[in-house]
């Protein structure tokens, strides 16, 4: 067993709860790269359902923190705090702002389907707070997108390395297939979007 493979397995719970919560907050250990090495270093089916589990509570606790910042500072400050350090934690205002639109349109999908978008799973939270959604609705929804998106990282990054990958490799092979995902995700939008604008002129 190599020394990565150690680490992974000395994972604690506790650890795994802090992960998520922190990954919440700063984007310095991106949750496709996060959860594939919980699941990885999971020793049975079990202990990956707990883990995920555990996961989905630290993401719900950091949900919380950005919703109860969002509520407190309020729009007008909201605002002028994104404007002015939002780019340090790779937060723009125009990110911000489609944020907040699509609460007020469909509030739980948005929650639901933010989940699953690395960088907009992480400030979702924030205008949600600013528009003061129902927070039962709000948590609900989160831990719903939560789960979706870790169980499915962690289960496949635990399914390569039972499969005989190196952690190493089932960890870069989950995120180029999540890259891959998105890219072509990205490409279909632009495609369906055309017609759309050509029907428009």
């Known amino acids: 067993m190599s020394l990565w493979d150690s680490l992974l397995r000395a994972t604690t719970l506790e650890t795994v709860f802090l992960a998520a919560l922190v990954e919440k907050f ?5 949750s496709y790269v996060l959860y594939p090495a919980i699941g990885i270093g999971a ?9 995920c589990a555990v996961g989905v509570a630290g993401s719900l606790g950091g949900a919380l923190g950005w919703y109860g910042l969002g509520a407190w500072l309020g729009e007008g400050r909201t605002q002028a705090l994104v404007a002015r350090h939002g780019r340090w934690l790779f937060l723009s205002t125009a990110l911000y702002t ?5 609460y007020r349109r469909h509030p739980a999908g948005a929650t639901i389907l933010g989940q ?6 992480i400030f979702q939270a924030l205008p949600a707070g600013v528009l003061r959604l129902p927070l039962p609705g709000f948590l609900a929804a ?5 789960a979706g998106w870790i169980f499915l ?22 995120l180029a297939g999540l890259v891959a995902l998105e890219l072509g ?3 279909v939008l632009r495609l ?3 017609p759309a604008a050509a029907t428009a002129v």
Do not use: K, M, N
């Open 116 to 121: 699953f978008v690395p960088t907009v799973r």
């Open 142 to 146: 989160t831990a719903l997108g939560s």
């Open 43 to 51: 020793e049975d089916g079990w202990d990956l359902a707990l883990r």
């Open 192 to 194: 369906l979007r055309r």
């Open 153 to 174: 990282l962690a289960g496949a990054g635990h399914l390569l390395h039972r499969q005989g990958w190196a952690a190493a490799e089932a960890g870069l092979a989950v």
């Open 26 to 30: 700063l984007p310095v250990l991106p």
């Open 185 to 187: 995700a990205v490409l």
């Open 98 to 102: 489609r944020l907040a639109e699509g």
